[in-house]
């Protein structure tokens, strides 16, 4: 059965500070990674997804990688800023030939303090 | 593009009494997915639907949940008898044959006193 786990479970950094964010995920047979970011009382929005042929993905501030054969995946957020604040939600989905069930971490809350 | 819509936003029921939360999908998604996101569970599918057809329903807690989707714009996920162990929130994604991630809606927060 897949696991998926998020550490920290809350960072609190300083305005400027480079920070990782850590997911693993026990079944390295996935089909891609995606992060999440949840604003308090809001949806979803969807960061970056990486399929499960790719090493990296990066949008603006944030990079993420995947290590398959480790079952890990990092967020690297770069030059953090107020606004980044929220919680960020890794999920993997399960292979190809299975359903398109995405299985969520408990994520990470992040406070950016000004 | 208004994204995925649900209502209500906020529903806030007694025990017993039946609960029906309502999902519309980004036009032309012919995914629809129904989560749940609690503290002690996080987010969980329920259920999920391609072309108003049920997929995969394996999620879904017991018989008291029931979902349809009678159209490609149009969902809904019904409680009945609702219990206060349903409190959650509830949310509503959508996603096209092509795209390779779903889109959220914001949610319907669901207490069950």
């Known amino acids: 059965k897949q696991e998926v786990t998020q550490i920290p479970a809350a960072l609190s950094v300083p305005e400027g500070e480079n920070l990782v964010l850590n997911c693993s995920f026990t079944?390295?047979?996935?089909?891609?990674l995606q992060w999440f970011r949840q604003d308090p009382g809001k949806g979803l929005t969807s960061l970056l997804l990486?399929?499960?042929?790719?090493r990296e993905q990066t949008s603006g501030r944030l990079n993420a990688s995947l290590d398959k054969s480790s079952g890990r995946s990092t967020l690297y957020i770069a030059a953090s800023q107020p606004g980044d604040s929220a919680t960020y939600l890794c999920a993997v989905r399960r292979g190809m030939d299975s359903s398109y069930k995405l299985i969520f971490g408990s994520g990470t809350r992040l406070l950016v303090r000004p | 593009d208004a994204g995925v819509i649900q209502s209500p936003r906020h529903e806030v029921t007694e025990m017993g009494q039946e609960v029906t939360l309502r999902c519309k999908p980004i036009s032309g998604h012919d995914y629809l997915f129904w989560y749940r996101q609690t503290m002690m569970r996080g987010l969980e599918l329920l259920i999920y639907?391609?072309?108003?057809?049920?997929?995969?329903d394996s999620g879904m807690p017991e018989d008291r949940f029931s979902a349809k989707m009678p159209n490609a714009s149009f969902s809904t996920l019904k409680i009945q008898p609702s219990e206060p162990r349903d409190s959650a929130v509830y949310f509503c994604?959508?996603?096209?044959?092509?795209?390779?991630?779903?889109?959220f809606g914001q949610g319907t927060r669901l207490t069950v006193v």
């Open positions: 990486i399929q499960s042929s790719q």
């Open positions: 994604a959508s996603k096209g044959q092509l795209n390779t991630e779903a889109f």
């Open positions: 079944d390295s047979a996935i089909y891609n």
């Open positions: 639907f391609n072309n108003n057809v049920p997929i995969d």
